[in-house]
């Protein structure tokens, strides 16, 4: 099981632009929550995603957007793209039926704006 | 609203050496409260969970609920522990994070 996995690894972007970022959950997982880790900073919740609809949402603009996919993947979309958009992006996934349990985390999405 | 606070953002101590950790949070509820890892190229990844209440690689943590803390510990530090700590929140199936303490161990 290869755990949380997140594609790209590493993103450049201009202000304006528009981008995808992808997650496959952990096998047996049907939850996925997505966060934005500034340089210097803790992860701060985005949203997240179960039986494909948002369930909840973090203090983030709509430019922030997302999906889930019947697999339980997700994909996450960020429009009209800010320099402060600049971080890492992690993907968790998690069972939703066993809730506060541990989330799995992939390795992030390293999104630099220009 | 949730929040949780690691007053350090640097923590160095020599080898052998008693380490704590610093986690306050500030939640209406009960908690569940987290200590995450990030090792060097390495992805976030579960230290111990208070529910637990088991010790993982000599660290410990104690929900004290008075003083609404979550100190993590360790009585004897080793150059492995050299990483990035995150102490987190769960509320509403979400995490809430600390800004996170780099603990730096030397030989």
């Known amino acids: 099981d290869a755990g949380v996995t997140q594609s790209p690894t590493h993103l450049i972007k201009t202000r304006g632009q528009q981008v995808t970022l992808r997650c496959s959950p952990k096998?047996?997982?049907?939850?996925v929550s997505w966060y934005q880790q500034a340089l210097g900073q803790g992860p701060q919740f985005i949203f997240q995603y179960y039986e494909e609809e948002e369930r909840q949402r973090g203090n983030f603009p709509d430019r922030f957007s997302g999906h889930q996919f019947p697999n339980y993947s997700s994909e996450l979309n960020v429009n009209a793209l800010l320099l402060g958009d600049s971080a890492l992006y992690l993907c968790?996934?998690?069972?939703?039926?066993?809730?506060?349990?541990?989330?799995?985390f992939g390795d992030g999405t390293r999104l630099s704006i220009l | 609203a949730q929040r949780v606070t690691q007053p350090e953002k640097l923590l160095s101590v020599f080898k052998g050496a008693p380490v704590e950790l610093k986690c306050n949070y500030s939640y209406s509820g009960s908690p569940e409260l987290f200590w995450y890892v990030q090792y060097s190229r390495q992805r976030l990844q579960l230290l111990l969970r208070h529910i637990s209440r088991e010790s993982i690689k000599g660290f410990t943590a104690d929900l004290n609920k008075g003083e609404t803390s979550f100190h993590l510990k360790k009585p004897f530090a080793q150059e492995e522990d050299s990483a990035m700590y995150y102490c987190a929140l769960s509320g509403y199936s979400t995490l809430t994070f600390g800004k996170g303490t780099m603990l730096l161990v030397s030989p």
């Open positions: 096998s047996g997982h049907d939850t």
């Open positions: 968790a996934s998690s069972l939703f039926t066993a809730s506060n349990q541990p989330q799995h």
